[in-house]
């Protein structure tokens, strides 16, 4: 083989380790920043149990919110119509937060309580995925909820 070309194939291998390093890191890098979204009877399925963080999507229970007295934390209800799931906030809720809201947190799972570390509360259903608005429009209708107190659209 002569010289120039043995320069050319370690020089075409090196350029393709480094493409294929390169590509290995940025799926590492995505797949640590992506957030799943679950309806609490996902959850209870078992369907977000491998995952550290994940995000729970539903609407908060009428009768459910409770406040503790001196401190910020807040525990409340979440479901989807077809199951419950009950959360723990610590923090200051958005001014949208209250009973027949649709709501996503961002959390973990700990024991049967989902431990919120972010809560937002949503003013209309224009930006959910499209099985994220059927799967809450079924739990509307399933929950008698009136869509105007959730400020969404059926």
Known sequence: ????????????????????????????????NVS???????????????LQSFRLGGIVQKGSIRRH???LQVDF???DGNA?????????LPDLFRANQ???ATGYMQGKHFIATEVLAKHDATYMP???REAMAKAHLKNHVNVADTGGTQ
């Open 84 to 92: 419950t799931l009950p959360v723990q906030y610590t923090g200051i």
């Open 130 to 132: 499209p099985s994220l």
């Open 1 to 32: 083989m002569k010289a120039i070309r043995k320069r050319r194939l370690i020089f075409v291998g090196l350029i393709l380790f480094a493409v294929s390093l390169a590509t290995t890191a940025i799926v590492y890098g995505v797949q640590q």
């Open 77 to 79: 209800v979440v479901t």
């Open 102 to 104: 649709a709501v996503i």
């Open 36 to 50: 799943y979204l679950f309806l609490p009877s996902q959850v209870l399925a078992g369907k977000a149990e491998t």
């Open 69 to 71: 007295a001196h401190s």
